[in-house]
């Protein structure tokens, strides 16, 4: 894989054979089921053969299941493991359930938390209901970092360094498509310092509409981000600047006072005294376990 030889021809830390086994893991999407040896070639870009090798040595470790009739695999158990065990180390994932089922059920948005995934964001927390027709995703799934409001915000919420760094990976990545894209992440930093959220109408997919908005924590982690979308219909962009991006500035602002013990403010309501969180209760249990 590009990336990976590139990085083990500089460090001679990296070990470059794990680093693809990871690879053929990463390929595995959250409503893939199940993948053969070729289609793992050609998402991971490395040759069949070493692919075949990969998920031979992996089957042989347990995380892999094959199965046999298809030529295919599944992720194993103890695959699973991994990642349920990174959610469970995420408190800031519990923390913020209260906020994003309270926002969702404000604006009728499906309200999610994200983190970087190489070029993407990984959802791994996510509040939606039956009226989020048309945004369909779930903990697991990865959306661009480029084109969407939650990415938006993250690139926005980096320092100088790793903006930079994080530049010349999406331009290596992307190829001819980079330009374009770069403008759309320069106009959202731009509207960040403006306003106070990224905006996506229309450029990750043409029917759905969302704001981003970064989260940063003292403990050196993340920075995260947030993002409330919904079909492009029900979100215009009225609503997005002037509704949706403000409330979740105020969600964002509340869960950092949250995590720094103080008292969140209530969120705009008809019932704000119902919704306001009450210290000692869930909130304030996990912002102590976070810090």
Known sequence: MKRSVKKGATDR???????????????FQPNDGLLGNQE???????????VSRLTYTLTKLGYLTPVPRFEK???????????YAALANLGVRHLSEPFREELMRDTG????????????????GQSRNGL?????????????????????????????EDRAALLRELRDHYGSRWPKMREGLERAGEFVARHGFAVSTGD?????????????LNDGTGPYAFNCGAPAFRFTEDRLLNDIGP???????????????????????????????RSGGKVARVAERVR
């Open 132 to 160: 989020t027709l048309g945004v369909q995703l779930d903990v697991g799934s990865r959306i661009p970092i480029a084109t969407t409001a939650m990415g938006r915000a993250y690139f926005s919420a980096l320092g100088p």
């Open 13 to 27: 830390s990296f070990v470059v054979a794990l680093s693809r086994g990871l690879d053929v893991l990463r390929a």
């Open 204 to 216: 990750w997919q043409a029917d759905v509409a969302a704001v981003g908005v970064a989260l940063k």
């Open 247 to 277: 409330r979740l500035v105020a969600m964002v602002r509340n869960i950092e006072a949250a995590l720094r013990g103080m008292t969140p403010q209530p969120t705009q309501s008809k019932k704000p005294e119902n919704k306001k969180p």
């Open 109 to 124: 948005g499906a309200v999610a938390i994200g983190g970087r995934d190489r070029h993407n964001m990984i959802y791994f």
């Open 73 to 83: 695999y599944q992720l194993a158990p103890s695959a699973m493991a991994l990642g």
């Open 40 to 50: 793992i070639a050609a998402r991971t870009k490395l040759p069949k053969p070493t």
